[in-house]
């Protein structure tokens, strides 16, 4: 199949090209995001494949279906950016990557717990600095620690386990509730009950509408004081101006970000010799109890393989007229929120 792959990096001709030789698929990488000034660019291809931070919404859905495409892959788990009741109007199958590596993900959710909770970003700038002093560095045991997990799926579960594995003290919300990360020692509780006694909040659940702003100044108002919050899931599921005015109060103690609201216009490119014109993210970038990566949670050997794997693997199914079982038909997406709730 030709495929008009969009948000195209160095990483992704690798590993997408590897497999594309041997899938028999034809590849045409495209550095722009795919929007509603690039959709133009996939005009005559069957296949388009995108990232994250691309938008397929009605007006794209309905450009992609005007141009003759008929598949789009998606190189994600989370599909938020995708109008699926639009692709179903116009017969376009979608398709996603459901699992990659839930490790990647969860070992970076661990990785950004320790790092702002010891300073390590201060402490790696002194050390080359010749500055050996600690003060500003001093951190916590996170043995005995309540996290608490919202969204107990594949991510959330290895991060359950990983934690357990510290010593911690696991409490989790979730709409559909895991049976292994009671094994793991995990309590289920109602979100208000969690805000409350958890000292470290971490999600895990996708973007959805009523996901949208989970933690806002309600929520962060009903946290311990001094909590941490991470978020390796979807930028909008924290209300950032929120987050911003509770670092202020200090009833944010830290916070560790590999996602961001309006992340589309910065991450994945390289603006080290631009004016940032984000102020909410320039004013998040000045509190030392806060670190971001720019979405990378994913970014590891194994899980771009998988990607590369599933996302072509997904056009090989569909030009066989075969499913793949990982096609989100918009019905089933409805269906399978409709059954996750209490
Ligand atoms: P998953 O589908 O296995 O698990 C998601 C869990 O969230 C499910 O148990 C589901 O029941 C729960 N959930 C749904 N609605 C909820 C709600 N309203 N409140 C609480 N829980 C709810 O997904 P996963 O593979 O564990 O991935 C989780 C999220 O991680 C994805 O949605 C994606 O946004 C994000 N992600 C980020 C990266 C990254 O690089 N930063 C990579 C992959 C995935």
Redesign the pocket.
Known sequence: MRIAVFSARSYDRRFLSEVAEREGHELTFLEPRLDRQTVSLAEGYEGVCIF?NDTADAEVVAALAAGGTRLLTLR???Y?HVDLAAAAAHDITVARV???S?Y??AE?TVALMLAVERRLHRAYNRVREGNFALDGLLGFDLRNQRIGI????????IVARIMRGFGCSLRA????R?ETVRDYGVRYVD?DTLFAECDVIT??????P??YH?IDAEAIAKMKPGVMIVN???GALIDTRAAIEGLKSGRIGNLAL??YEEEGDLFFEDLSDRVITDDVFSRLLTFPNVFITA?????TEE?LRNIAETTLGNATAFEAGEASGNELAEEAVRGD?RR?RP
Not at 150 to 157: A, D, F, L
Not at 295 to 299: E, M
């Open positions: 994250v994600s788990a989370g938020n459901p699992a990659y839930p990647a993900v970076h919202i969204g107990t799926g594949k991510i959330g579960e919300y979730d709409v559909v895991n979100l999600l895990h659940c996708p973007l959805t009523e996901t989970l390796t899931s979807r590999d996602v979405h990378q949670a994913f970014f899980a929120h996750q």
